[in-house]
């Protein structure tokens, strides 16, 4: 198997772990660690590299970015720009690199190229990673169990992810990418791959998950035509109580029918409080944005819905229901 493909058959959450993974194959990289906070930004994983012609150590930052476009774009590479502009202007010996299983389009190469961001996408690895971790990696991979869907989720696997990732602001970054994965099992197709982390033209909002809509049939062709949802925003939320009313305003400013649409959803561990139900109702009122709350427990029952063939869809659609007929 080649490791292009091998990769693309990889969940987000099990990419990281690869990019982890490959990282301390390399010798020369010590200290790796996940989801480090270095000077007020958060990086998926940091390292220290010791030149051998060298007596200093250079600080690795990674981004790692699980994406399943044809080619990235220069969109993603521009995030990483401030990124490295910060790392310069703090004097200490770093680098910036990218972990992609997507090839970069040759305008996102030649910008990595000119602000110095190192670009570790399926040729590089190849090049860069042990011919040994490479085997290992592929072989393990092969005698893996074969009842997932095509991105190597299950709804099992993820049932069990999303009990055993911890509640809490601390650990945000890994319950957004598991709500990006479970979406993205749940409603991909029909819906359009998830795109994370979209901000608008001022940056003033930025979307966890945004999935085109473009389906010419059934519940979702209905959700685009009755809430102009050509595309569907869902923010992740991990905190450890129901959601206030400011959550559910920080979402609505999102929700713009020249923009994404009127329909959003929210994945939050506990679901609405009190006062996030009546903003939910207060928005759907006076500015006809429906946004839908998913608990834990909703997450759960779709994903069992998708385990024994049925369409997850159902228990929007039923939530629909509820709140329209509640009014």
Known sequence: M?????????????????????????????DVRREVM??????????????RTRTNVVEWLFEVKAYSRSRI????????????????QAGSNRKVALITRTRLTRQATAMAEECGIEVWDPPRLLEILPERFLKDEIFEFSTGSSEVDSLGLSSESLARALESTPRGQEHWSAYQALCSDI???????????PMAEVSDQHKRNRRDIIMENGVSDGFWARIRVTYEAHYIVADAKNYTKPLKKEQILSVAHYL??????????ILSRAGPGPAATHAIKEQWIGSRKLILVLSDEDLMEMLSLKS??????????????DFRLSL
């Not at 270095?38 to 590299?49: F, L, R, Y």
């Not at 774009?73 to 401030?82: C, F, N």
């Not at 024994?308 to 229901?321: H, K, M, V």
């Open 2 to 30: 080649k490791l292009e493909d091998y990769l693309a058959e990889l969940s987000h959450r099990e990419f990281e772990d690869f990019a982890e993974r490959a990282i301390k194959s390399i010798e020369s990289f010590r």
């Open 38 to 51: 270095v000077s007020g930004w958060q990086i998926d994983i940091v390292a220290k590299e010791k030149i």
């Open 73 to 88: 774009g220069s969109d993603v590479i521009r995030q990483l720009i401030a990124l490295v502009a910060h790392s310069n």
């Open 183 to 193: 979406v993205q099992f749940l409603f991909c197709p029909p819906l359009g791959e």
């Open 256 to 265: 713009k029918p020249h923009g994404c649409g009127m329909f959003g959803l």
């Open 308 to 321: 024994q063939a049925n369409d997850p869809e159902l228990l929007l659609g039923q939530r629909i229901r």
